[in-house]
C-alpha cells in the first residue's frame, strides 16, 4: 500500500516535471519566433513594426512602405547624386517638424493635401507619428477619391523611424559635381538655382538662376519666397551656390521650411565643374566635326 503512494507521488512528479519542460521548450520557441520575426521586420518589406507580436499578420505593400526601404531608397539616391523619386509628405504639426523631419519632406495640413494636385502624379510616402496609422489610411482612401496615383504610408511613423534609423541625418552637404551633366541636360524647370558668385557661365546654363549676396542667403528665404519663387508651379530642388567659408549645414536647415530638396555646392568647385564641362562639350564637338570630316572625305 505504502509502495503503491510512493510509485503514484513519484509519478505525478515526473509528469509536473516533464510539464514544466514542455512549457519551457515552448515559450522559447515562441520566443525564438518572435526575434527571427522582427529581424524579419528590419530586412523585409513585407512585415510591419505596427503588428509586429501578430505573427500571421503581413503589411500590404500597396498601403505601406517600410523605414529601412525608404531610408535605402533616399541614401542611395543621394549617394548617386539624385533625387529620390518619393515625395514625403508630413502631415504631423508645425512644432513636431521643427523639433525632427526627414531630409526634403513636406509639411503639410492633412485636410489641404487633396486640393494640393501639384502632388497628384507623385509617388507620395504620408508621414505621421505611428500612432495615427488609421487617420493615414482613411486619407490614402480619400486622396485616392481625388485622383493621386501613388500614396504609401511610412509604417510605424516618425517614432519607429527615429528609434531604427537612429537620426542618420540625410543633408546632401555638396552636390556631386558628375551630375552636373543631367542637371544641365536635364528638366531644369523643376530646379532653382540662388548663386552667390558673379559667374557669367552660371546664366549661360542655368536662364532662371537668382543672385543673392552671401551674407542674406544664411536667413530664412521669407521674402524670397514670396517675390522671386513662384508659388504657381512646384520647385522640387534649390541648388545654393555658397562661398567656402559658409557654414553649409546651418544653410540647408534654415531653407527646410522652404519645402524643397536643398542642395548646397562650393562656388570653387562649381566654377570649376562649370569649366570640366565647357571643355568636355568642345571636345564633343570637336569631334563630331571630325569624324564628319573623315565621313566626307571617304564619300
Not at 513636406?106 to 502624379?121: E, G
Not at 493621386?148 to 509604417?155: A, K, P, S, T, Y
Not at 513662384?230 to 522640387?236: D, V
Not at 555658397?242 to 519645402?259: C, G
Request: charged share 25%; proline share 2%; aromatic share 8%.
Amino acid at each position: 500500500m505504502i509502495l503503491t503512494e510512493i510509485k503514484a507521488i513519484t509519478r505525478n512528479k515526473i509528469n509536473f516535471i516533464v510539464l514544466i519542460i514542455l512549457s519551457c521548450a515552448l515559450f522559447t520557441a515562441v520566443a525564438s519566433s518572435e526575434n527571427d520575426e522582427l529581424l524579419q521586420c528590419e530586412h523585409d518589406p513585407k512585415y510591419t513594426a505596427q503588428n509586429i507580436n501578430q505573427s500571421n499578420w503581413r503589411r500590404n505593400d500597396q498601403i505601406y512602405i517600410s523605414p529601412y526601404k525608404l531610408y535605402s531608397h533616399i541614401n542611395n539616391k543621394l549617394q548617386n547624386g539624385e533625387v529620390g523619386s518619393y515625395t514625403i509628405i508630413d502631415v504631423r504639426s508645425k512644432n513636431r517638424f521643427k523639433q525632427y523631419h526627414i531630409n526634403n519632406s513636406f509639411n503639410l495640413p492633412y485636410d489641404s493635401l487633396k486640393t494640393r494636385s501639384i502632388f497628384k502624379h507623385k509617388k507620395i510616402v504620408l508621414v505621421g507619428t505611428g500612432s495615427d496609422y488609421k487617420r493615414l489610411e482613411n486619407l490614402q482612401e480619400v486622396l485616392a477619391s481625388y485622383g493621386f496615383d501613388h500614396v504609401v504610408i511610412l509604417d510605424g511613423g516618425l517614432n519607429f523611424w527615429k528609434s531604427k534609423i537612429k537620426l542618420k541625418q540625410l543633408h546632401p552637404n555638396d552636390y556631386h559635381l558628375a551630375d552636373l551633366t543631367k542637371l544641365i541636360n536635364g528638366d531644369i524647370s523643376r530646379w532653382k538655382i540662388i548663386d552667390t558668385s558673379d559667374n557669367d557661365k552660371m546664366t549661360k546654363y542655368f536662364p532662371n538662376v537668382i543672385n543673392l549676396d552671401a551674407a542674406k542667403i544664411t536667413n530664412k528665404p521669407l521674402t524670397l519666397t514670396k517675390s522671386k519663387l513662384s508659388n504657381k508651379k512646384l520647385i522640387e530642388n534649390i541648388l545654393l551656390v555658397l562661398p567656402s567659408h559658409a557654414n553649409s549645414k546651418e544653410i540647408i536647415n534654415s531653407w527646410q521650411s522652404h519645402h524643397a530638396n536643398v542642395y548646397t555646392i562650393n562656388t570653387d568647385k562649381m566654377s570649376i565643374a562649370l569649366h570640366q564641362y565647357d571643355s568636355k562639350q568642345k571636345l564633343i564637338s570637336y569631334k563630331k566635326r571630325t569624324d564628319e570630316a573623315q565621313l566626307a572625305c571617304l564619300l
